[in-house]
């Protein structure tokens, strides 16, 4: 097993893209910490992966102190931390007109400043380890769509701060720092996100190929495979690398042959 005897920090881990990775994780023989702001999912993620491979802390990653509380825990609950994985984010709508600057600090704040605290609070651990870091970006770093300005700041921010810290922490401390960029994923917020659009339920059996060439979207443990992979050594010494996961290019992609339009991601 590839994390066999590691001990592996997810954050927002309660649900989507972050409970996949956290599954995938124990698979692979690691013990996770379950971080999430919300008590019940947190708790139903732990009963369903079992509690002798799992850490919970629920508490709010802005909180002040938290990032260091949170590592301690895993470093006195399990010895050691070899893995870092900064998937609890912030997902909203704005663009602007709507993008006050209080709101764009709250933003950054959850998906920026977050992140390289908790970077930070583990880097010793990391170090001693030769850990690795994965944070989870978006495909809408690159540019993103109008209505999620802020949002797409966010994740620009984090890629620069991943290639920044990858290169780094690897020449000073062997530390891997990574990113993975999911496109459009399948997740219970996605789902939720929809039917609140008034699509119907089975939606994502029907998607315009000029979004999903496919035909479908992805499921989270699509993306969990290689956040896995980043977290192992069969990467070998991948640092600073950000990874789209898409399945059309981001630049330079075919032309549209129609019009057809669905609900933004």
């Not at 999911?182 to 659009?197: C, F, I, Q, S, Y």
Request: glycine residues 8%; hydrophobic residues 35%.
């Amino acid at each position: 097993m590839r994390l066999d005897g590691k001990t592996i920090i997810v954050t927002g881990s309660g649900t989507g893209i972050g409970k996949a990775i956290a599954k995938l994780c124990i698979d692979e023989g690691a013990h996770v910490v379950i971080s999430d702001k919300d008590e019940k999912l947190a708790a139903e993620t732990v009963e369903e992966l079992g509690k002798e491979k799992t850490i919970t802390h629920v508490r709010d990653l802005t909180d002040e102190g938290c990032p260091t509380e949170l590592i301690a825990l895993a470093k006195e609950r399990s010895g050691r931390i070899d893995g870092l994985v900064n998937n609890a984010a912030f997902v909203t709508w704005s663009d602007i007109e709507s993008t006050k600057p209080d709101y764009f600090k709250k933003v950054l704040d959850v998906n920026l400043v977050t992140p390289l605290a908790l970077i930070q609070a583990a880097l010793p651990e990391l170090k001693r380890n030769k850990g690795s870091v994965v944070n989870i970006g978006s495909v809408n770093a690159h540019c993103g769509e109008p209505t999620l300005l802020a949002y797409s700041a966010s994740k620009g921010g984090l890629s620069t701060l991943t290639r920044n810290l990858g290169d780094s922490l690897m020449q000073e401390h062997g530390v891997r720092v990574n990113q993975v960029n999911p496109g459009w994923v399948l997740t219970e917020n996605e789902a939720a996100r929809k039917r609140d659009h008034g699509l119907k339920d089975d939606w994502y059996q029907d998607i315009p190929k000029k979004f999903a060439p496919s035909g479908r979207i992805f499921a989270p443990m699509e993306i969990a495979t290689t956040v896995v992979h980043l977290l192992s050594k069969d990467c070998g010494p991948v640092s600073g690398q950000v990874f789209d996961l898409e399945q059309y290019p981001m630049i330079g992609r075919n032309p549209p042959k129609d019009e057809e339009t669905v609900p933004q991601k």
